[in-house]
Nanobody, 123 residues
Framework: QVQLVESGGGLVQAGGSLRLSCAASGRTFSMYAMGWFRQPPGKEREFVAA????????YYTMSVKGRFTISRDNAKNTVYLQMNSLKPEDTAVYYC????????????????WGQGTQVTVSS
């Protein structure tokens, strides 16, 4: 069992930056691949980024490549999402999730989810 708690969301102007954090507790954090997903208002939840358990590989959805960076600190049991050059279309509730797969981009590959943190980007 893994418990995940996101933080760092908020209101930011277009072009600004935010860093989301996801703190994990429970079973060994370094065993899990981690991912970030988001759910824009009125839309389905979608994949944003993923990172392997060691942090050696990362994956991004096309719309955030070059702007967002996923990273992890296994010593601190935390995964991060650095978001730069934010756009109004990045407005969403952002969720972190943990997977027992080596890497995962599909929601059904993730067994554990946080409660989400709101990111709002104003134009």
């Amino acid at each position: 069992q893994v418990q995940l708690v996101e933080s760092g969301g908020g209101l930011v102007q277009a072009g600004g930056s935010l860093r989301l954090s996801c703190a994990a507790s429970g079973r060994t954090f370094s065993m899990y691949a981690m991912g970030w997903f988001r759910q824009p208002p009125g839309k389905e939840r979608e994949f944003v980024a993923a990172i392997t358990s060691s942090g050696g590989r990362t994956y991004y959805t096309m719309s955030v490549k070059g702007r967002f960076t996923i990273s992890r600190d296994n010593a601190k049991n935390t995964v991060y999402l650095q978001m730069n050059s934010l756009k109004p279309e990045d407005t969403a509730v952002y969720y972190c999730a943990a997977s027992e797969e080596p890497i995962a981009i599909r929601q059904n590959e993730y067994a554990y989810w946080g409660q989400g943190t709101q990111v709002t980007v104003s134009s």
